[in-house]
């Protein structure tokens, strides 16, 4: 079986840094359109940044100059770099890819379990 494995998050203060990790478990023929999402409680789920095959990057306002968002395709993995945090930055965050499993005709969405970040003094 294949899934989106997340790391990284954890408690830190206002103005740290903290580097979250999205590994493939399992095989895959490729990931396409891997992007990191969050979820406040009491609040929708947010995009906070997506990278494409090419490279290309995108950020949500909020974030923007904050985070950085990169892939090592070699190691199927994916990372969000945040720094300058904030404890509005305070959410669970989410992986996400389109990943093309052996076997199967077309991509299908997944999404990782989720990791908790928490900003507070």
């Known amino acids: 079986q294949v899934h989106l494995v997340e790391s990284g998050g954890g408690l830190v203060q206002p103005g740290g840094s903290l580097r979250l990790s999205c590994a493939v478990s399992g095989s895959i023929l490729s990931i396409s359109g891997p992007a990191w999402y969050r979820q406040a409680p009491g609040r929708q789920r947010e995009l906070v940044a997506a990278i494409s095959n090419g490279g290309m990057t995108n950020y949500a306002d909020s974030v923007k100059g904050r985070f950085t968002i990169s892939r090592d395709n070699a190691k199927n993995t994916v990372y969000l770099q945040m720094n300058s945090l904030k404890p509005e930055d305070t959410a669970v965050y989410y992986c996400?890819?389109?990943?093309?499993?052996?076997?199967?005709?077309?991509?299908?969405?997944?999404w990782g379990q989720g990791t908790q970040v928490t900003v507070s003094s």
């Open positions: 996400n890819a389109a990943l093309w499993v052996p076997g199967t005709v077309t991509r299908r969405d997944y």
